[in-house]
């Protein structure tokens, strides 16, 4: 499914730099300039075409979802739609399962995925969970700091209060994300103790919440900006609480193909302006998530 994101500033955002261009010399006419040099760094095909498709699974609000009439929203849609402003580009996302998005960026299936990716060393080397080589591995550029919580249900009615805690349940969470391999590390600790941890892979995040609603599962695994959100009024947060803080923090990041260094380069610089020129702020404090702030956009520094 491809859902086409068109940021309302691209036309003002193209106009005005030109207009800037032929200024003289103020500091907003050198950011037009930095723009503008950043736009003749894409790779041909990209400038050529105006656009950059983006994988994302759009079902994973507050940070991917589909908002109203179907368009793309939240924090990566709304920062990419900034990027696509600052750079002049049309932004192109390409709805697909989460375990689908880094090979499709492998094969070239999309210029980069935005996803709540989190970037680790593992999937920068392209390794399983044993270090043996499964995949080429990615570039990231990171944006956002996050960590992993535990979602349960209002009250806490098993007493749940960390990772250890979960042995001898069972525990809901979305496939190929880091939170099902924090959990399937898990298994061989609650093994040692004779608690076995059973674990429902689920293809999205609100199936493996519904569980823990139903009690099917005691916990669901998510990144905190979405366990925030899903304990707010909005979202009916009387069903659910969090419980034992963060753990395992990590960068959101861009995704590329190790090949695509021109991109890679660009976004990063890009991401850079963003971040100076105060637009990354306020997308963070749209969706009420400012503690996660970067201030600037690292290459693969996830550990």
Known sequence: MHVTLMSTRTLVALSAGALLLTGCGSGTSAAARTAADLRGKLPQPI???????????LNYAPVDFKGTEGVPDGLDPNLAAALGAYLGLRIEFVDMPFEKLIPAVQAKQVDLAMSAIIDTRQRQEGTDLNGRQVNPGVDFIDYFITGTSILVRNGNPVGISSL?????????LQRGTIQDEIATRQIAACGKVSKPLQIHRLDTDDQALAEVALGVAVADLNDYPVAEYNTSPARRGDRFQVTGGQFQTGPYALTLNKESTALRYVLSKALDQLIRNGEYDKILAKWNVPSGAVTSALVNGGL
């Open 47 to 57: 400038r050529n075409a105006g656009v950059l498709k983006i994988g994302s699974d």
């Open 164 to 172: 250890d805690s979960l042995c001898g349940h069972t525990i809901a």
